[in-house]
């Protein structure tokens, strides 16, 4: 997979932000679809109203849906959905920031019943790759990821994840450590099999899309919260296919909430650890960390670190980052 910004120093592993394949689903408020695509085609993006549907974005175009999970309490109304074309690598994200500030202008906002989902190609992932990947991600869960994340979706009626993004399903864990184990074959995410979509990892996006899904993300139309997810999500593929998280860092469910989260920047590529870690991260994974980081600090009630770096500038914006409530 040929990497788009790569810093090394000759030593160690580096850890890099890749042109791999993202999609992405806004969920919002606040506005209309009509309105929505009038404000993309005021900057030059083409966001097609095509009411309910799964089909992929026409090439180069956006879409906007229906979603009737999605409510506006303020009048009852149904919300809508923005669902990106195939985005990869700094350009990828460019757009998508410049989607998303375009959108927020024009009103639309988020509430409670909105979500994020971001698909990451994995069409080339072997089932051992695949396994490893879903076996991390629960790794993910148990060293607080979702502690980055709102309220809104840590739900203790649902272990701390929420209904439309459970955590991974026992079976599809057992299938995964027996893949690992040698004791089951599998080819590809496919023969990972899960009950239903509604989870945090959504195996079930392979079949239709050749993606996984990263469906834990509350609603969000800001540019550097869901940049910093994206980053995330990628480099969870990117590390499961090149066997990094598998010898970065420990599993370790013990310590506290800020070393566990740490430990999980470590294990992903999103913080430089020489010694078990990646000792060269990109800047643009190095940013993502410290921004989710930043973010766990701010919901656990913490003294909030700052950002050093801002995105905005390592894509070449004009604007700065702030840490949004």
Known sequence: MPTTTNETNGTGRAATFTSRTIGVEVEFVGTTRAVVSRALAA??????DEGYNHRVPTAGAWKLVTDGSVRDSRNGSFGGELVSPVLSGLDGLRTLRLVLRTIAAAGATVNATCGLHVHVGA???????????????????????????????????????????KRTDPMTIAIAKAVLAGTRTASSVADLTAPDRYRGLNVHA?????????RSHQGSVDADKVAAWVVLAVRLVEAAKDGGIRRSGRRASRGSAEGRFLNLLVRVGLRAYARDGYAVVDPILSWAGAYLNARRA?????AVPAVRRSIARLLGDAETVAIAA
């Open 43 to 48: 900057v030059g993006i083409v966001a097609n």
């Open 123 to 165: 069409s080339d992932l072997s089932g051992v790759e695949a396994a490893r990947l879903v076996l991390e991600w629960e790794a993910a869960e148990d060293l607080g990821v979702r502690g980055a994340l709102a309220p809104s979706r840590r739900d203790p009626a649902f272990d701390g994840a929420c209904y439309y993004a």
């Open 298 to 302: 701010h919901f656990a009630g913490e």
């Open 206 to 214: 392979f079949g239709r899309y050749g993606t996984v899904e990263f």
